[in-house]
């Protein structure tokens, strides 16, 4: 049954509550997460939202009509019950496990491996403001917490500040990490692309809160929105205020506009708050990608910075990790999951940042997954079985110097390498200041 509630203080929201049939989404790609989505819609509205996208098939009013999954928490237990896990930390569950010592219940759970779960399906904000009413993440934290398994939160809303005494909890008992989506510091701007999400300043304090409570936390400047996001303005004042916060990385992303609602609503507010820009905004993703890339004929054309290299090396400058620290979950093999972090990486100079081979990159990535899928330890490989494993030659290099070193020579002198930065004057968009 579907229930509709209007809540007052959010004039226009609506709230529809219904059981939904699945929670889950999993990936061969990256086998030790699971991706939770509770909601449908986002009433942060921000107008680059690539949940808006017609591939993810969300109702009409997306940012007005938020669907509210309220059995997640079953969902979820049930999920983990399949999976032959048990609720090792509730208090009551009138079974036999509460005659279980708390101290001997680890030693009951399953033989399977554990998983991140990631309360975040990356394209509705768990925290955004239905939650403060309805409260099913935080249902789902419970859940979390209950089986012992780690999370990872993505949001832009401080709502999550309300969560911290689990968090802590599941912190204490596995691991949890919190991390805030920020893109721009001028509050005018905040308020324009993400009108009802928590303010760039409100995020960065619950940042640093996190981090004073000894939990893992960072930001993510995605999407660096050409010509308004990647002024050095912008940019220098959010890395600043993410490395007073304590943040423990940072991660940069471009924009992408698909074609359909997602582009169209951008537009729409360029067209409002900055109509200079909006014949640059037409011109750059003309194309239509379905992928939503922009031109990067046009993008050449402007001298725009690619974001991600671009916060690559300013997160060298300020000393931030660009990688999210890796945690590994109880049960996994952590020779594999250790190697393939280090081949992603890698990967990512190797493609990214140096754009030294594309292809090479590629296969590096490819054998990275495999070896996070692969079921047998590969430090117990003798040396002829690792060389039958389905690798391109190049990429044994690195396998079998890890295994021989631990290290890999190729990530230490690229990371290393200060001659990768680019002059500061080619850093930032010059159009910003002449155009707005
Ligand atoms: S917070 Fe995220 S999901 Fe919500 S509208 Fe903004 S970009 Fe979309």
């Known amino acids: 049954m579907v229930i509709f509630l209007v809540i007052p203080w959010f004039i226009g929201m609506i709230i529809e509550k219904y059981q939904a049939k699945s929670l889950i989404r999993t990936s061969k790609r990256s086998p030790h997460h699971i991706h939770l989505n509770i909601y449908q819609g986002c009433f942060h509205n921000c107008c680059y939202c690539d949940g808006k996208s017609d591939e993810y098939f969300m109702h009409d009013d997306y940012s007005n009509k938020i669907r509210a999954k309220i059995n997640a928490p079953e969902l979820l237990e049930e ?25 001997k219940r680890k030693k009951m759970a399953s033989d399977n491996p554990r998983f991140i779960i990631n309360i975040f399906g990356n394209i509705c904000d768990v925290y955004q403001p239905a939650e403060a009413e309805l409260e099913i993440t935080r249902d789902v934290l419970q859940v979390a917490y209950d089986y012992g398994f780690p999370v990872r939160i993505l949001t832009k809303n401080t709502l999550v500040l309300r969560d911290i005494d689990l968090i802590k909890k599941i912190n204490q008992d596995t691991f949890a990490r919190v991390a805030f989506t920020v893109t721009l510091s001028n509050p005018q701007d905040q308020l324009i692309f993400e009108p009802n999400a928590s303010s760039t300043s409100e995020r960065l304090l619950a940042l640093k809160k996190f981090r004073e409570e000894g939990i893992s936390a960072g930001g993510y400047i995605t999407p660096v929105i050409p010509w308004i996001g990647d002024t050095e303005t912008n940019l220098v004042e959010l890395f600043q205020q993410l490395k007073d916060a304590k943040a423990e990385f940072v991660i940069t992303g471009g924009l992408t506009l698909k074609p359909g609602r997602n582009k169209e609503d951008f537009l729409k507010i360029i067209d409002e708050h900055y109509p200079d820009l909006l014949v640059l905004y037409n011109e750059l993703y003309r194309n ?56 992603s990486r890698i990967a990512f100079l190797m493609g990214e940042i140096y754009e030294e081979s594309w292809q ?74 002449t155009l707005r």
């Open 79 to 103: 999920y983990l019950i399949n999976k032959g896990f048990l609720p090792i930390n509730r208090e009551k569950t009138n079974t036999l496990l509460d005659f279980v010592p708390q101290s």
């Open 288 to 343: 239509n990608s379905i992928y939503g890339q922009p031109d990067m004929e046009i993008w050449d054309k402007y001298k725009l910075q690619n974001p991600i290299k671009l916060g690559y090396q300013m997160s060298k400058e300020y000393g931030l990790n660009f990688f999210e620290p890796r945690y590994i979950p109880e049960g996994t093999l952590r020779t594999n999951l250790e190697m393939a972090t280090i081949l």
């Open 360 to 433: 090479k990159a590629y296969e590096i990535r490819e054998a990275a997954i495999e070896l996070e899928n692969n079921p047998s330890d590969i430090s117990l490989k003798k040396f002829e079985e690792i060389l039958t494993l389905p690798y391109e030659k190049h990429v044994f290099r690195h396998i079998i110097e890890m295994l021989q070193t631990g290290k890999s020579s190729y990530l230490r002198k690229k990371e290393d390498n200060s001659q990768l930065f680019l002059k500061k004057d080619d850093f930032f968009s010059k159009n910003s200041s």
